[in-house]
């Protein structure tokens, strides 16, 4: 790692990845909008990795603006959830919420007033820096701050590494076409990442920070660079990562900047580093610094279906509807929405879903900018996903091998090791949907392992039942041989009672369960 | 000629004696074989194969006395994975032993239960929970859905469900 | 408002199939203009012969197998293969010959195997080397390249259609005067009988580095292969571990005993060279599938045709030496996996 680089100058690109059309339409329309309170929010209480917040309003409270709504269970990397405004409960209930899955979550539903009016629990801290680290993560976790690039994953949890810590890594590298609220952030507040930088710093013990921006993205490099120079912290640089998909993802980042392999399996951690998303370093540095928990965030609202592309902040909880509205609403090309990036962003069947912590984009796509629907054909062994792979996984090895599916063969060549990025569908010019064939074998493998699983239990039950019966038989047994011989002991001749007693301990055979 | 001969029948011979030996002084592996059959059966021990549980099943498969399409809870599964072990074509699976399904649990009415502690003798892997002139109850993670506690139960308060626990767990993964 | 539901990727790049195929058909057009220009109009029936056999076949099997003909046959596969079995026979080639070869490759090479993309062998090799094995009087006989036959005017277009309708000159035209052995072949016929390689390149079917008119084949080939690599529709693997495999055992041998080895300049622009380093062992479908493997694939077929030339009974080797490595591409793809990212170091 090379100490204090400041140099403009892009790493080298690697062999895996796809160079992919920017289409940054919503940055180059102008600055961050904010977007008032909504008619309704709909926050959701799961929204982290780990088990749900456990709510603690009813449906009548009046909360404020900032309020803990929900509280973070003492374990399963819970984190605590806010009213992103004043208002009334409505209800607690379940509610749709955008997920892969497309089911619904409780949530709890707010009717905002427009007062905004601030909770007055929490306050900035004249000098976060002078806080200890287990007080710094526990005012994340109280502050509800997840991975805001989409992984939902406890900021807290991860601060918490233990040492040996070398470098903490802030992405804000969107490798994703369209995507540009990291971008925006970085142009418009970068001084308050960095702010959010020296916390974690300080989290960490660590002494080396690196902004990690894309190649094209001038005017935020030249932002970070500028806040930079004027904070003159010498532990924190700028690093510039060629403009390819997917250099943004966790471990890819890493491997480009370190050159270190985050092993299957393990974390970021183990080879010495912590990467954290631009997003969550501001919404870190935003409790800090205001007293504001996280109760919005930026989305990038864009495609050639919305009327006014735009980087909106957003309370969490606002339905997408009305979020598509505020930036120019629908235009009469709109024919599909997708949370996320075309690569790995999911389709949404309709708009009346909240905003989450994980949403950093909605797509609003007309039909050319969606997959054109072209028929699949036989894959030809180009080899060309090999080459993409940033796994450097065989995608038309294990395309095979799930048509079977072949489950222990799947595993052995890296099943599991797939990140999902769509690289392979990209480059594919046989038009074979591998990602989907992968998320579908994985799923498979996953039940597998877990009939296997209960198969192993059951029979540990049933043996260690034999062994159980086996012992209740031994005993009775010896109970009644030591009947018969303390009677035969006693000296006292019953002949009839000892001959009835010999008769029930031979018709008690062993291995007879009755 | 005579010599082609007598050379080919020497070494049929000696062939012949090298497999002789080599079957007298490695021995046949016959626990290994039953092992493996029953390392691949879902362990439910219901009996419906006709025996009394998985290994006796595994056991007849390898004496040649049962079909390998007898385990209705493994499904096609179980029957590929014997068939792959054993080196045989693979067949549908005999519904004179039962259909497959989805995996299920039993569960106990509670209202109804009296207490008798019957069910739980009958339960293959004590998955049962109770004790006598309480009510009983099924541990839902333990369940095989051998369906063996259901005649077992003298006021019939003992049904299937289909087991959802598989799907939970995939979502809390 | 509804709206439609993808799986991602919602994007896709704009590789596909039939756009890989036609621009393989373009790549090919310099080393067409060579042949043409110093062999004569012949490989141009070749070509329709085959492409029309191919289409045919392809269309006929795709339906008895019930696949979408019109899906298929549009991706151009078929015309890639028909076309790479014309360019490699002789262009005095009765049309017969060419047809069975054609169809030997579209229904026994491809489709019986399963059809695009799961052919073991390269259907047009396939197809090359059971004309080999029928016809060697036909495969061996090559018209003489410009500048050298005697008449260029005898072997008029109606004389090579003639040709190709009958399998026979007209009575006054003797095929003789008119065909001769390849270099390659003419080479390995003169080693034979004892004559130095500096003697035999003085013949008048050599040119300045390899045979009259193959060098400037050669040369046109490696163009349009070099626009492959370019557009990145091959990759540099394979051509590259092939040449090694052919020119450093020539080298080595050429050094050891120029009398009787041919150099590596003549190697390399000799006979199918070019063609099959740039167009034939770059088939993805029945070459090796991870980088290294196709290092080892291309190696292998380098050598193997050095082999056959230098010591083997057939002028050339490249389909032998193709087809020999086709069926070592399943240990090759075991034993050449990447190390998959998390994994060891």
Not at chain 3, 121 to 127: D, E, H
Not at chain 3, 193 to 201: F, G, L
């Amino acid at each position: 790692m090379s100490n204090g680089r400041t140099s403009n100058q892009a790493l080298p690109l690697p062999a895996w990845g796809v160079r992919l059309e920017s289409r940054k339409i919503a940055a180059e329309t102008g600055p961050i909008n904010k977007m008032p309170p909504p008619g309704e929010l709909i926050v959701a209480l799961k929204q982290n990795v780990g088990v749900p917040a456990e709510p603690i309003v009813q449906p009548g409270d009046r909360v404020l603006k900032g309020q803990p709504i929900a509280t973070a269970p003492r374990w399963g990397l819970g984190v605590a959830v806010h009213a992103p405004t004043s208002g009334t409960v409505t209800a607690l209930e379940e509610r749709p919420i955008p997920g892969a899955g497309g089911g619904t979550g409780e949530s709890v539903v707010i009717e905002p007033d427009s007062k905004e009016e601030r909770y007055a629990g929490y306050v900035a801290q004249p000098n976060p820096l002078g806080l200890s680290p287990p007080q710094i993560r526990n005012d994340i976790t109280e502050a509800g701050i997840v991975g805001l690039g989409g992984a939902l994953f406890p900021t807290a949890t991860k601060l918490n590494p233990g040492s040996g810590i070398q470098a903490l890594i802030l992405n804000g590298v969107e490798c994703e076409p369209y995507i540009s609220a990291d971008n925006a952030l970085l142009i418009e507040r970068s001084d308050q990442v960095l702010l959010g930088a020296a916390v974690m710093l300080r989290a960490l013990d660590c002494d080396e920070c690196l902004v990690a921006v894309k190649a094209d993205m001038a005017e935020a490099r030249a932002a970070v660079q500028e806040a930079i120079d004027a904070l003159g912290d010498d532990r924190i640089s700028m690093v510039v990562v060629p403009a390819f998909y997917p250099a943004g993802g966790e471990r890819q980042l890493i491997e480009l900047i370190t050159g270190k392999e985050v092993q299957a399996g393990g974390l970021p951690w183990d080879v010495g580093v912590v990467c954290q998303n631009v997003g969550t370093v501001a919404a870190v540095a935003k409790f800090f610094g205001a007293g504001e928990p996280l109760i919005s965030r930026i989305v990038t609202v864009t495609g050639n279906g919305v009327g006014a592309p735009a980087n909106v902040e957003v309370m969490i909880g606002t339905p997408i509807g009305d979020l598509v509205e505020f930036a120019g609403g629908y235009t009469d090309a709109a024919a599909g929405l997708v949370m996320g990036g075309p690569m790995m962003g999911f389709s949404l069947p309709h708009d009346q879903l909240p905003v989450t912590k994980a949403t950093n984009c909605i797509l609003v796509a007309d039909q050319a900018e969606l997959d054109p629907s072209v028929r699949e054909m036989p894959c030809i062994r180009c080899g060309e996903c090999a080459r993409a792979c940033p796994a450097t996984l065989m995608p038309q090895q294990l395309l095979a091998l799930a048509r079977g599916p072949d489950y222990a063969a799947l595993e052995s060549q890296g099943l599991q090791d797939c990140i999902e990025c769509g690289c392979c569908d990209y480059v594919c010019p046989s038009y074979i949907p591998l990602t989907s064939r992968f998320i579908e074998a994985k799923q498979g493998l996953w039940e597998n392992h877990l009939v296997a699983q209960r198969s192993e239990r059951a029979l540990h039950r049933y043996e260690a039942r034999g062994k159980r019966l086996e012992r209740r038989e031994r005993d009775r047994s010896n109970e009644l041989q030591r009947q018969v011989d303390e009677i035969g002991a006693a000296g006292e001749i019953d002949a009839e009672a000892l001959r009835q007693l010999k008769q029930r301990v031979k018709s008690k055979k062993p291995g007879d369960n009755t | 000629m005579v010599a082609g001969l007598l050379l080919l029948a020497l070494l049929t011979g000696l062939l012949g004696l090298v497999l002789v030996v080599s079957a007298r002084r490695i021995p046949a592996d016959a626990i290994t074989v039953v092992d493996r059959l029953d390392s691949v059966l879902p362990h439910t021990q219901c009996g419906r194969c006709g025996y009394s549980g998985c290994r006796p099943y595994a056991a007849a498969i390898a004496a040649g006395e049962a079909d390998i399409n007898q385990c209705p809870p493994g499904g096609d599964e179980v029957i590929v994975a014997l068939s792959q072990l054993l080196g045989r074509p693979a067949k549908a699976l005999d519904e004179s032993f039962g259909l497959a399904g989805p995996p299920i649990v039993a569960v106990v009415d509670e209202d109804i239960c009296i207490g008798c502690a019957r069910c739980l003798d009958a339960c293959p892997v004590d998955a049962i929970l109770g004790a006598a002139k309480f009510s009983h109850t099924v541990i839902e993670n333990e369940c095989t859905g051998c369906e063996l506690c259901i005649p077992a139960c003298p006021v019939d308060c003992i049904t299937v469900t289909e087991n959802t626990s598989q799907l939970d767990a995939r979502a809390a993964h | 408002m509804k709206f439609a539901n993808n799986a991602a990727p919602h994007w896709r790049g704009a590789e596909s199939v039939p756009v890989l195929m036609r621009q393989v058909l373009y790549a090919l057009v310099p080393a067409l203009i060579g042949l043409v220009w110093f062999f004569g109009s012949g490989i141009i029936l070749n070509i329709l012969v085959a492409a029309v056999v191919a289409l045919g076949c392809e269309a006929l099997v795709l339906r008895i197998r019930k696949r979408p003909v019109g899906l298929f046959i549009s991706d151009y596969s078929a015309l890639v293969t028909a076309v790479l079995l014309a360019m490699s026979l002789p262009p005095l080639t009765p049309w017969w010959v060419t047809a069975t070869g054609t169809v030997f490759a579209i229904v026994f090479a491809k489709h019986l195997y399963g059809g695009l993309g799961h052919n073991v062998f390269n259907p047009a090799m396939a197809g090359y080397a059971v004309l080999l094995v029928s016809f060697p009087e036909d495969m061996a006989a090559w018209p003489l390249p410009r500048g050298v036959a005697p008449d260029q005017q005898a072997l008029s277009l109606l004389t090579v259609l003639q040709y190709w309708a009958t399998g026979a000159m007209p009575i006054d035209v003797s095929v003789d005067a008119f065909t001769a052995a390849t270099p390659l072949n003419s080479v390995k016929g003169q080693l034979g009988m004892m004559r130095t390689m500096q003697e035999i390149v003085g013949g008048p079917l050599f040119g300045n580095i390899a045979g009259r008119g193959w060098e400037w084949i050669n040369t046109a080939t490696a163009l349009g292969g070099g626009w492959l690599l370019y557009r990145r529709i091959i990759r540099w693997q394979i051509p590259t571990a092939m040449l090694i495999g052919l020119l450093v055992p020539a080298l080595v041998l050429y050094i050891v005993d120029p009398a009787t080895h041919p150099s590596p300049a003549f190697h390399l622009l000799s006979g199918g060279t070019m063609l099959g380093v740039f167009f034939i062992a770059t088939d993805p479908v029945s070459a090796a599938a991870s980088n290294r493997g196709r290092l080892i694939y291309g190696l292998g077929i380098g050598i193997i045709t050095y082999v056959v030339r230098n010591w083997g009974a057939y002028p050339d080797g490249i389909a032998f030496a193709v087809l020999l490595m086709n069926l070592a591409v399943p240990l090759i793809d075991r034993y050449t996996r990447p190390r998959i990212y998390g994994h060891g170091t």
